[in-house]
């Protein structure tokens, strides 16, 4: 998939969200789904990215399950939580194989979105790591002050609030810092370069032919 320009990777990413949309019976959305993971396992991106599949399953089955307590339709549940599950894995595709970078030079090139909105878009991908980073960071500060995240439920959330804030103290600390070097550098300019090449070549016309053909006979 590193062959392939960031635009056809959105477009691939779009495509898979509205076959996940419009399929309605749970055996088409399981074959989606082993569709995607061999295709991650394929090039290399499940390794890289195992931890965070695992944790969209296990967010898939508990999404099942408040779909079933709601309903109380087993496959209405099962629909629910791979509808989800395709659709956030084909998100995992996308961001293990494009650069920040790249994916805002296409965004603003050849999708035509404003500057300020690509980059905020990427610029907040760019903080997850950092952010589930720090929060490790902070749990094993408290821990070390005597912090216990054990017992029921009301009991863990009140402790997670002694984590929670100083962990919005610092992601607010880093906003502004990084605002005020937006504006030294003079950020809002009407003019913007790319170093990044994200033109179409011909495996890309061929991707982006494919997925039109597979939408047309899933659903015309």
Known sequence: M?????LTKILMTLAVSVWAI???DWQSLLVLVLAELLVLLFFGIFRQQYKAIA???VFAVFLGLVQYVGSGD???????????????TVFIALLGTTKLQDLTAALVT???IPYEYAFMFTAALRFVPDFIGESKAVQEAQACRGLSLEGNILKRMKS???VIQPLLLKSLGRSETMALSLELRGFGGKNHSFAASVGLKAID??????LVVITVLLFV
């Open 2 to 6: 590193e062959r392939l320009v960031p």
């Open 22 to 24: 419009l399929l309605r």
């Open 55 to 57: 944790a969209l399953v």
């Open 74 to 88: 087993i496959p209405s549940a099962i629909v629910a939580g791979l509808r989800m599950l395709s659709m956030t």
């Open 110 to 112: 050849q999708c035509k």
């Open 160 to 162: 997670y609030a002694s």
């Open 205 to 210: 016309y061929a991707v982006i032919a494919g």
